[in-house]
């Protein structure tokens, strides 16, 4: 069969817009051009241009024992797939669209960190990896960017909703979609590869979430390592060429869809992405909601961190992988506590309902230690101020996150049924603030109990969480994780400010008593005890059967959702696949998932260490509820 391109290439020029191309030619009724052509974006037409880039496509080719004509076809499709323009009336299109996709909350960024980056946008190309919490951050932090005077970026996004005649309106807005899965698929790993270098050649800055998906627990998910792995070939083939990381950090006072992501955070399925699904969820959004805070974090100049790590260990194969963490744990720094996780914090940690009073006397604290520690505050707000507390109570309760009553002598609030996951995932973030807290606490617990040498005991219990949750947050190198510590224990006691001193448990146990803040119970007992569930049912694994991972995850699901009615957990909140599977990764990074006898011993270890790891939180909370 004579492909019709050949015949009627105009046909499939007027097709085209539809998307008909890429329909036809997967099913062998055209051909890719593999020539550029006048409509291609200007990085598909430069690299179908270039004679170095047809070099590389037939070494691909020859090395996947294929006909280079056949590969370059199939790139060339590839590259005009991810190929995204700016034309005048389809980014005015677009950003009328925007305004009314994103009209329930109002954008709030600092000017200053708009300026410097301003300044920096002469210089090089930036990128900027943002938090994902929401549907509208692919939409509000391009927005953030561009209308401060800075160049738009691109946006590389998923192909989920590459849907036409939405898809055309995007692409020339700037926005690339890139597939999901591509594994199996060598040839469009390379055209992506390709086209990436291409941009930041050209200078181009991007913008994409660097946990690939939303989060489903309120706190930043692990990363990616795909586009940055990309990014950081493209610097190391051209010497010349220069990248600045600039992480974001968008947080909302309140979405809309977050009851929605907890469902989804309990197993239950996702719903498709489509014209439809965009349509309803932009009507979801006529309700005003509060603020949008965009945060630019501090810069990482990509080539000179690359370098440094190369020289501190040049047979290191983990640089991507510690850009991204160093990145992501940048973002948590940038991202500051709205007045909503604060509120949502106080209501969770009483469990019951609360007055205004209560409540500013449950966050008075919290309050004092987040200026203390000089961690960032959404808008600058008062976390004490009564005013601002009492809108925030009133605007969950609007919203259902809480129920108040006012039917007695004074307003009480408490977590609506039904909504403790929700009101978690606003609490969670601003969980990364208090994560250093909440290890401190159980490093003193451990000292607290065993021997003399307090200090020693809580060096030793606070290395062993942090290497126990490193798949779930995001520390410091183990010297400025230390120094974390160091400055935890001064605000306990500050007569350790000037240097560390040996303690006893009695001191350990005083301080504890003594604190007016105590957080394990409320910042890591969900992951603790989702630890434990996974912990309890990989020692019940057969040691010698293979493991299969949705079949554990499930029975995780049940017998969590098990402990949580017999109260063997504390709430719901820690039965969540997105709580199991770091989880999981620990167990295997541990080595815990293997067949074989010898295996076996290891896991029930792992159990014993979560059910003493958990019976000290136990132990905070106690403290915590037995206060005056």
Same mark, same amino acid.
């Given at each position: ?9 105009? !046909? ?95 954008? !709030? ?13 002469? #210089? ?45 309106? @995007? ?7 890139? #597939? ?94 489509? @014209? ?27 080539? /000179? ?141 451990? %000292? ?37 510590? %160091? ?51 990989? %020692? ?7 493991? /299969? ?80």
């Amino acid at each position: 069969m004579i492909p019709i391109v050949s015949e009627h290439p105009s !046909i499939l020029t007027a097709l085209d817009p539809a998307g008909a191309r890429r329909v036809m030619r997967r099913v062998g009724l055209a051909d890719e051009p593999a020539d550029p052509r006048p409509a291609d974006a200007p990085e598909v037409a430069a690299l179908l241009s270039d004679t170095g880039f047809a070099a590389q496509v037939a070494d691909l080719a020859g090395s996947l024992g294929r006909a280079v004509p056949e590969v370059r076809a199939e790139v060339a499709g590839y590259l005009r797939e991810m190929g995204a323009t700016r034309t005048r009336r389809a980014t005015s299109d677009w950003a009328r669209f925007s305004r009314w996709l994103t009209r329930a909350h109002e954008l !709030i960024i600092d000017p200053e960190q708009a300026r410097r980056l301003r300044a920096l946008d002469r #210089r090089q190309s930036l990128l900027f990896p943002f938090s994902h919490r929401s549907y509208l951050d692919g939409v509000t932090v391009p927005a953030a960017i561009s209308q401060n005077g800075i160049a738009p970026p691109f946006v590389l996004a998923g192909a989920n909703l590459d849907v036409f005649p939405f898809n055309r309106l @995007l692409r020339r807005s700037g926005y690339v979609y890139i #597939r999901r899965s591509t594994a199996d698929n060598p040839v469009y790993r390379f055209a992506l590869r390709s086209y990436v270098a291409q941009m930041i050649k050209n200078r181009r800055n991007l913008c994409w979430s660097i946990e690939g998906g939303r989060t489903r627990t309120g706190k930043l998910r692990p990363p990616t390592y795909g586009l940055l792995h990309y990014v950081i070939d493209a610097l190391d083939a051209e010497a010349g060429m220069q990248a600045l990381i600039v992480p974001v950090s968008i947080v909302y006072e309140q979405l809309h869809e977050v009851p929605l992501v907890t469902t989804e955070a309990r197993g239950i399925g996702k719903r498709p992405e489509n @014209l439809r699904w965009l349509w309803t969820f932009g009507r979801s959004q006529r309700e005003r909601f509060g603020r949008a805070y965009v945060e630019f974090g501090e810069p990482l100049p990509l080539r /000179d961190r690359v370098a440094e790590l190369r020289g501190d260990d040049p047979g290191s194969t983990r640089v991507v992988e510690r850009i991204a963490v160093e990145t992501s744990h940048r973002i948590n720094q940038a991202t500051p506590v709205t007045t909503t996780a604060v509120v949502c914090l106080a209501l969770l940690a009483a469990d019951r309902a609360l007055t205004l009073d209560e409540v500013l006397a449950t966050v008075a604290p919290l309050a004092r230690y987040i200026a203390q520690r000089g961690r960032p505050v959404a808008g600058a707000a008062n976390l004490t101020d009564r005013a601002t507390i009492h809108r925030a109570l009133d605007d969950l309760a609007r919203s259902g996150v809480l129920a108040g009553f006012d039917g007695g002598t004074e307003t009480i609030w408490a977590i609506a049924p039904g909504q403790h996951l929700v009101a978690a995932f606003y609490r969670n973030t601003a969980v990364h603030m208090l994560v250093d807290r909440a290890i401190g606490e159980l490093g003193l617990a451990a %000292a607290m109990e065993n021997g003399e040498d307090g200090l020693a005991t809580a060096n030793r219990e606070t290395l062993r969480l942090r290497d126990l949750l490193k798949f779930d947050f995001f520390f410091p190198s183990r010297r400025e994780f230390a120094r974390e510590m %160091a400055a935890e224990l001064a605000i306990v006691d500050p007569r350790q400010a000037d240097r560390l001193h040996e303690f006893g448990p009695a001191e350990a146990r005083r301080w504890l008593t003594d604190s007016e803040l105590l957080v394990a119970h409320l910042v890591l007992r969900p992951f603790l005890e989702a630890y434990l569930v996974v912990a309890d049912r990989l %020692a019940a694994w057969p040691d010698d059967e293979p493991f /299969d991972a949705d079949l554990f995850l499930d029975e995780c699901l049940r017998l969590g959702r098990q402990w949580a009615l017999q109260k063997r957990v504390a709430s719901e909140e820690s039965v969540s696949l997105e709580l199991f599977k770091p989880a999981l990764r620990l167990a295997e990074h541990r080595g815990l998932l293997a067949a074989g006898p010898e295996v076996a011993k290891r896991r029930e270890d792992f159990r014993e260490e979560m059910h003493e790891i958990v019976r000290r939180v136990h132990v905070i909370a106690d403290l915590h509820r037995d206060r005056p």
